[in-house]
């Protein structure tokens, strides 16, 4: 049998019942104190705090005041923060470039926004213009770019000229909105602006000094006047030829979108109209041109094109109009390219120049006396009663004397001007102009002796003046092929050849460098390692075997490593 279970009488469970509700409401009394005191408490805190917040924001305030500038912008400057996080986690973008070489596309837009970023930041304002930046500070640039972005080495030039364009802007705009409109109030601008905070205030104190100034305001005011004589503003804003080209190559034909083109686009608005009736009107000239070049009335080449004549001014150097930044003048309209001469091309087109203008001058000069003289004689054969003085006889005419025969007259003339002739180009070649065009090798000139002394003239490829002297030319090659090394004998960087100008001078220049003993003047051919420093380098012109390549430069005797035995200048090298 199961156990009996006794049921508890209703007493006991009314007991119960009483016992719980008595605990229950002396439980919720003691919570009502408790949270009655907390609140009471809590309440005169957050009041104190209260105060308390409001007393540093007023001092917060005043303090700012007294600290920052002028606030002006809603949004705060740009920062491309989303680069930077990209930046942190390794992730670069890959930049598009059109044909002209610009960059296009939203990494490009992106790119050239985050170059004003770095451009602003890492370059203080107080530096007086761009040249006057240090490389470093345009190399951490560069740096800055390349983690962002995928680019190639040459791609450099292209980002520090933007660089220095937007780090231009950048100051500009600061002249024109914070400095010259409060110049009457210093002491508002006497703080760098809230806007831009990464900016030193010391180099803010001194940009500010710089804009003030007597010489700033003057020239402010002459390129306002510059300015203001732009006929022809576009409307591209951001955007660029460039993204106007990649706009438009939409719906357009690459054919038709010529610098012409771009250029009246570049000034239309959103429904093709003009605001300025001037650029109206040179629209519809623009394409007059083009409509008679298309029915081959008007020809054009190079520069010289439709919008060159529809503006009716040459192109200058610098941006292309129409064309945009980044884009050179010799690669968008073809032009040939100058062909580099060696020392030696440069120097016999100079000498054979100058000769062949010394000869014309002694020879029209002698015309002149022989036809004086004919005529003196056809006066007195007809009995010509008119009278002329007898030219004064020149040192030729001494020479050759009267009597001969005109032919002989002639040869000794001829061989009196070639007598001449070389004390004439002793005396000019230092003043012939530097030549570029090229040229084909002749023989040395006979009794013309080429000295090489460098002055820092540029002819060719080397800077470089050569003194006449008589004698023979005796700049000679004494090894057919050397390796030059940098080092130890092992280390080969570039292949050349050992040239000796005048082996009995002791007093050789290189680059107006004296050769210096236990050195030999090498013309580099070929370079194994581009890079390779110079033992004796040129500042800022010739650095490495790349950049010293068909130039003479010294190199130590011992690092040259002939292929064969052979002896110079009395002395034995043992070869490899």
Not at 224 to 242: D, E, F, I, N, Q
Not at 429 to 437: F, I, M, N
Request: glycine share 6%; aromatic share 4%; proline share 4%.
């Amino acid at each position: 049998m199961a156990p009996s279970t006794r049921r508890p009488s209703s007493q006991a469970v009314a007991m119960a019942k009483r016992m719980r509700e008595i605990q229950l409401r002396g439980t919720r009394s003691s919570n009502t104190k408790r949270s009655n005191g907390a609140t009471s408490r809590g309440t005169s805190v957050q009041a104190a705090s209260k105060l308390s917040l409001k007393r540093q924001k007023r001092l917060k305030g005043k303090r700012a005041m007294k600290r920052e500038g002028l606030k002006l912008l809603k949004r705060g400057c740009v920062t491309m923060s989303r680069i930077v996080r990209r930046k942190i986690i390794g992730k670069r973008m890959t930049v598009q470039f059109n044909q002209k070489g610009q960059p296009i596309g939203k990494a490009g837009k992106e790119m050239q926004s985050y170059i004003g970023v770095l451009a602003r930041k890492k370059v203080p304002i107080s530096i007086p213009t761009w040249k006057d930046v240090l490389v470093e500070q345009k190399n951490k640039i560069w740096e800055g770019i390349k983690l962002s972005f995928l680019l190639r080495p040459e791609h450099k030039r292209m980002v520090l000229i933007s660089a220095g364009a937007k780090w231009r802007e950048f100051k500009s705009h600061l002249t024109t909105r914070y400095i010259l409109p409060h110049r009457d109030n210093l002491e508002i601008i006497e703080s760098r602006p809230e806007d831009y905070l990464f900016i030193n205030q010391d180099d803010w104190e001194i940009f500010v000094q710089d804009r003030l100034s007597d010489s700033f305001l003057e020239l402010h005011e002459k390129q306002k006047r510059k300015r203001a004589l732009s006929k022809y503003p576009h409307r591209l804003s951001r955007k660029g030829y460039a993204g106007l080209e990649e706009e438009l190559s939409a719906t357009m034909d690459e054919a038709e979108l010529d610098r012409a083109t771009m250029w009246i686009k570049a000034r239309q608005d959103k429904n093709g109209g003009f605001k300025d009736p001037l650029v109206e009107e040179k629209a519809k000239e623009i394409a007059d041109l083009k409509k008679k070049e298309a029915e081959g009335e008007l020809s054009t080449s190079g520069s010289d094109d439709v919008l060159t004549l529809a503006l009716g001014n040459p192109e200058h150097t610098g941006i292309i109009r129409g064309v945009g930044a980044n884009v050179r003048q010799a690669a968008y309209f073809n032009l040939p390219k100058r062909r580099k001469q060696s020392v030696e091309q440069s120097l016999r087109l100079s000498v054979q120049k100058i000769m062949e203008q010394e000869r014309e001058k002694i020879l029209a000069k002698e015309r002149a006396i022989w036809e004086e003289r004919l005529k003196t004689l056809e006066a007195r054969v007809l009995m010509n009663p008119m009278v002329t003085e007898s030219p004064k006889d020149s040192t030729i005419d001494r020479e050759v004397g009267s009597g001969q025969g005109s032919s002989n007259m002639h040869e000794k003339a001829a061989n009196a001007i070639e007598k001449q002739i070389p004390s004439t180009v002793r005396k000019s070649l230092d003043l012939e102009p530097h030549v570029e065009e090229p040229v084909e090798v002749v023989n040395p000139i006979d009794g013309v002796n080429l000295n090489a002394i460098e002055k820092g003239q540029p002819i060719g490829l080397v800077v470089v003046d050569l003194e006449i002297q008589e004698g023979e030319f005796q700049a000679q090659t004494i090894g057919k092929e050397c390796h030059l090394a940098l080092g130890s004998t092992d280390n080969v960087v570039a292949i050349a050849t050992v040239i000796e100008v005048n082996n009995e001078n002791n007093s050789q220049l290189i680059h107006g460098v004296p050769l210096g003993e236990g050195n030999m003047r090498v013309s580099i051919v070929r370079s194994l390692v581009d890079e390779a420093k110079l033992p004796f380098p040129i500042e800022n012109e010739i650095m490495t075997v790349r950049d010293a390549i068909g130039t003479y430069v010294a190199w130590p005797k011992n690092l040259i490593v002939f292929p064969v035995e052979f002896q110079v200048t009395n002395t034995t090298y043992n070869l490899i």
